[in-house]
């Protein structure tokens, strides 16, 4: 079945350091990854996506990175900040074109220390 | 403009009542899906439509889980003879899902969500 896997399910890191999250999928059509953050108490939004013809794509402090042969795609984050704090979920699907469900990752809890 | 928009906000129930929660998509977005999000983990996918087509229901749990979106815009999730097992917050989603210059992608756009509790 459709499934994607994310690690790690926490992650601490001092304010400046670099975070590294990575998921991997099961279906072999998706092509299409977007990654939602969800501050405490309020409703996912979209920070980053990439399609499968492209390996990477940045934008400013975020980035995410695609290797459709092994399943893998990671979000990176540079020069970490508190506001950075969150829940960070990935998600597969199989058109960027809004008219297919996403599948998403259990969610890593990312803690920027001051 | 205005979001996603769901109610109640807060819906507390008995085992064995139906609910009927409500999603406002943004207006004009095609899409509009169901997620049921336990705390602290992903959204889990529950049903999808495209205009009023309901595509996929794959993700409803069981036969008391129904969904519908009679005139392609408003949506209802119904639960009957709830359970304690229900209990969770499930969120709407809409995308526009038309072809967007520049090769951009449609994202989708999440509501607030209900908080649904079943005693």
């Known amino acids: 079945g459709e499934n994607v896997e994310q690690h790690p399910s926490t992650l601490s890191v001092q304010e400046g350091d670099s975070a590294v999250i990575k998921c991997t999928y099961s279906?072999?059509?998706?092509?299409?990854f977007p990654w939602y953050k969800q501050e405490l108490g309020k409703r996912p939004q979209l920070i980053i996506d990439?399609?499968?013809?492209?390996g990477e794509k940045k934008d400013q402090r975020i980035a995410v990175t695609l290797n459709k042969t092994a399943k893998h795609f990671s979000l990176h984050i540079t020069e970490t900040q508190p506001e950075d704090s969150a829940v960070y979920f990935c998600?597969?699907?199989?058109?960027?074109?809004?008219?297919?469900?996403?599948?998403f990752g259990t969610g890593t809890r990312l803690k920027v220390l001051a | 403009g205005a979001g996603v928009s769901q109610s109640p906000r807060y819906k507390v129930t008995k085992r064995g009542q139906d609910v009927a929660l409500r999603c406002d998509p943004i207006?004009?977005?095609?899409?509009l899906y169901w997620y049921r999000q336990a705390l602290g983990q992903g959204p889990e996918f529950l049903t999808y439509?495209?205009?009023?087509?309901?595509?996929?229901k794959s993700g409803l749990p069981n036969d008391r889980f129904s969904a519908e979106r009679p005139e392609g815009s408003i949506s209802t999730l119904t639960i009957q003879r709830t359970e304690q097992r229900d209990s969770a917050m499930y969120r709407c989603?809409?995308?526009?899902?038309?072809?967007?210059?520049?090769?951009?992608?449609?994202?989708?756009?999440f509501g607030p969500g209900t908080r649904l509790t079943v005693l």
């Open positions: 989603a809409s995308s526009p899902s038309k072809i967007l210059a520049g090769g951009s992608n449609n994202e989708q756009f």
């Open positions: 279906d072999s059509a998706s092509n299409y």
């Open positions: 990439i399609r499968s013809n492209v």
């Open positions: 998600a597969a699907s199989r058109t960027p074109s809004g008219t297919y469900k996403y599948i």
């Open positions: 207006s004009g977005h095609v899409s």
């Open positions: 439509f495209n205009y009023e087509a309901q595509q996929d």
